[in-house]
């Protein structure tokens, strides 16, 4: 079956200007999960969505980010005037649901975002 | 607090070399998990393995093997008789089971590995 997609794959910006990042995970999973990969940095957990529950947004580096989930399936990450310093990878993951015994995490290819 | 420390930025061994990657973790929760992700150049993340803390049994899978030790809080990695094919960078990374009940997986900053012909 389909894995979880990213677009865009590359994505170039100015400094100061809005991006929006899609994803799109595995059909039937519950569990979705942004992740940023920054140069020297690893990956970072930004945010998680489950179900119809209020999203963990602990991770999210500023109020210049965030995130929604439509219908509980498509995700978009947002960042506002956006900065250099969110060059990154973002890659995204679902899962069955989260909790209980372990779900596996699927990770999309991500988007490598470049703010010039 | 959970934190997955990797020591090794880079490694460069010589084709058919072992070698072994070093993880360290740090956790509060007696239940997690444990895991080793392979990302070669093509940017993709390989999933390798998962272990949960009530396992300590060492695994083998082929060249590569893992090494559990919770009294050392470690959790490493090697490939024997490396191939140019394992040259990617590789994290560690760990999830506990909280009270959230979220999955999210804290990693390590990652090894670069270089397989050298």
């Known amino acids: 079956g389909a894995g979880v997609s990213q677009s865009p794959s590359n994505k170039v910006t100015e400094k100061g200007k809005d991006v929006e990042l899609r994803c799109d995970p595995i059909?039937?999973?519950?569990?979705l999960y942004w992740y940023r990969q920054s140069l020297g940095q690893g990956l970072e957990f930004l945010i998680y969505f489950q179900g119809n529950s209020a999203p963990d947004k602990s991770g999210l580096p500023s109020d210049r980010f965030s995130a929604e989930r439509t219908g509980g399936s498509v995700s978009t990450l947002t960042i506002q005037r956006t900065q250099q310093e969110d060059s990154a990878v973002y890659l995204c993951a679902s899962s069955l649901r989260a909790g209980g015994t372990y779900n596996e995490q699927f990770f999309g290819p991500g988007t490598r975002l470049t703010v010039l | 607090a959970q934190k997955v420390t990797q020591a090794q930025t880079e490694i460069s061994v010589v084709e058919k070399e072992d070698v072994t990657l070093d993880c360290v973790y740090e956790?509060?929760?007696?239940?997690?998990?444990l895991f080793w992700y392979k990302q070669p150049p093509s940017g993709e993340l390989v999933f390798l393995i998962r272990?949960?803390?009530?396992?300590?049994q060492n695994e083998i899978s082929g060249r590569y093997s893992w090494n559990f030790q919770k009294s050392t809080s470690s959790f490493n990695f090697t490939i024997t008789a490396s191939q140019v094919v394992d040259s990617a960078v590789y994290f560690c990374a760990l999830s506990e089971a909280n009270l959230r009940r979220d999955d999210k997986i804290i990693f390590g900053k990652g090894t670069r590995l270089h397989i050298l012909p």
């Open positions: 059909s039937g999973h519950t569990a």
């Open positions: 956790t509060r929760d007696t239940t997690y998990y």
């Open positions: 272990r949960n803390s009530f396992d300590e």
